[in-house]
Every structure is written in C-alpha cells, then in structure tokens.
C-alpha cells in the first residue's frame, strides 16, 4: 500500500510540477487570499480515480469536494489536499506538495507528502517510522531557544488575526528563528526531517495535517491541537506540533499567555 500511495503521490506531483500558466486558470473562491486552480481539480480527480481504485471500500475526503460524502460508516477514508501551498503554486513560489493520508477508524495509518519541485517525498506508515526519499528521518532533540519555529498564519480567517500574531510575539523572543512557508504539510515533514524544531498554527482543515500528523509523529514529534489534545481527523483545529523539547517548550510559553488558546 504503501508503495503505491507513493507512487500515486509522484504521478500527482507531475501534473503540479509540469504546470503552465498556472495564474490564468485561478479562481478566487472567497477572495484574493482564497484561491483555486484549474490544477486544484484536475490533480484532487486523478488522485480519486487512482486512491479508489486502490481501495474501492474507503471513503474519500478531498479540499475541492463541492459536496462532501457521509464518512460515518467508512472504515477507511483518503484524507486529501490535491494541491496544499495553493498560493505558492500560483506565485511560482517551488514550495507545495500533494498530501494523502490514509485513515481508519478515525487513525491515521499512511501518510505520504511529495513536494514535486525538489522530489522531496516523505511517507510513513504507523508504527513502522518515517522516511524522506526512502531514508529513514527522525526529529530534532533541541530546546526551544535553538529551535526554527515554522508557524503558519491561519490566512483563511481573518477573525484569527489577532490571536495569532499574539501568539507569535509570545514565542518570537525564545525560539531561535521564525520560517512561514505556506504549505502545512510541508511544515510538518520538515519537523519529521529535523530541520525545524517546532510549529503552530491557529486553524486548519484535516487535509492540510492529515498525512504530515502522521510522518511527524511517526519521526517522533508530538502533534496536538494549541491545547495539546488529540487532532481532530475530521473537524477544523488548530496545530501545535514539534520535537518534545521544543514542543513541551512552546506549549508552555502559550499556556502562559492570557486569553484563549484556540
Ligand atoms: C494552506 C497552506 C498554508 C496554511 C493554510 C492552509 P492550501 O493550504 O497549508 O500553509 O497556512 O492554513 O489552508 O489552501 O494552500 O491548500
Ligand atoms: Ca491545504
Ligand atoms: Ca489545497
């Protein structure tokens, strides 16, 4: 399955990478930050036919989905972001990937992120650890003060604002770095890679952290919810994610804070 899936993942990156006038194709879904390409659907259909004919039984839960099927009684179900970096895709910006996870009974077992540009593909199985291009990776074992912190900025909700720049004037003093790449699937294989310490990020869908939850855990970070609880497969949340020193660190910092951690 595995093997497949990471097969699937590059076949998909192609369509992304071989791209051509990507800007004429862009639709603004809710306006200017919210955007989606032509290629947004055609690499979400192409992962449908193959991910389903892989297995037929599942479920499947895609970003472009106009309306989405009842997942309830599905003991497997593809969590799948066609396209996770959109604005980078449309900027020209080489960092977006194609992210599927593979769920069951609410758990994730495969997860497999291909950045099309550099042929970087990290996958994991659970239990059974993470891999970048087939090598095993493993997380960082820093403390917060020398940690990148990757944090993603929640564009889709303005309402959101606030809380995360509070959050990240918290945390900005007592990291070493900041980095804001605008691709959560990436952002969470890099913490499985160990080239980032930690990250957050006050709101996102299930596709964007589904398959990079797992490659990060499976590499042996810690990813929660900003209250370090479970993530939640299949409801919008927040992520806080990183190595257990760094994670542990930053948890603190935020519980710290006044106000609410979303
Ligand atoms: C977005 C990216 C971005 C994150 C947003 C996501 P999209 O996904 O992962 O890094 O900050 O919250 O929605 O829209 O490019 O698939
Ligand atoms: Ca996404
Ligand atoms: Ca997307």
Not at 18 to 38: C, F, I
Not at 113 to 136: F, I, K, M, Q, S
Not at 177 to 182: N, V
Request: aromatic content about 10%.
């Amino acid at each position: 399955m595995l093997q497949r899936l990471t097969d699937i993942a590059r076949e998909a990156g192609e369509i992304i990478r071989s791209a051509r006038e990507v800007e004429r194709t862009v639709r603004e879904k809710t306006g200017p930050r919210d955007l989606v390409t032509k290629y947004d659907l055609l690499v979400q259909e192409y992962l449908r036919r193959e991910l389903l004919k892989l297995l037929p039984e599942a479920g499947f839960l895609g970003e472009e989905d106009e309306n989405r099927e009842d997942l309830s009684e599905k003991e497997w179900v593809f969590i799948v972001d066609p396209i996770d970096g959109t604005t980078n895709f449309v900027q020209g910006f080489h960092n977006s990937c194609v992210s599927i996870g593979l769920a069951r009974r609410g758990q994730m077992e495969y997860g497999v992120v291909c950045n099309p540009y550099d042929g970087e593909l990290y996958a994991a199985r659970r239990g059974e650890g993470a891999t970048l291009n087939g090598a095993p990776i493993s997380c960082a074992d820093k403390a917060l003060d020398h940690s990148l912190l990757i944090f993603g900025s929640a564009l889709y909700y303005r309402e959101l604002v606030p809380e995360t720049l509070r959050l990240f004037n918290a945390a900005f003093p007592l990291v070493q770095d900041i980095r804001r790449f605008g691709s959560a699937a990436l952002d969470l294989c890099y913490l499985a890679a160990g080239k980032a310490g930690v990250f957050f990020e006050c709101r996102l869908c299930p596709w964007d952290y589904a398959a990079g939850s797992l490659i990060a855990q499976e590499a042996g970070c810690v990813v929660t919810q900003m209250d370090g609880t479970p993530l939640d497969l299949f409801r919008k949340c927040g992520v806080l994610a990183g190595s257990p020193i760094a994670w542990q660190g930053l948890r603190e910092v935020f519980q710290n804070q006044k106000g609410e951690i979303l």
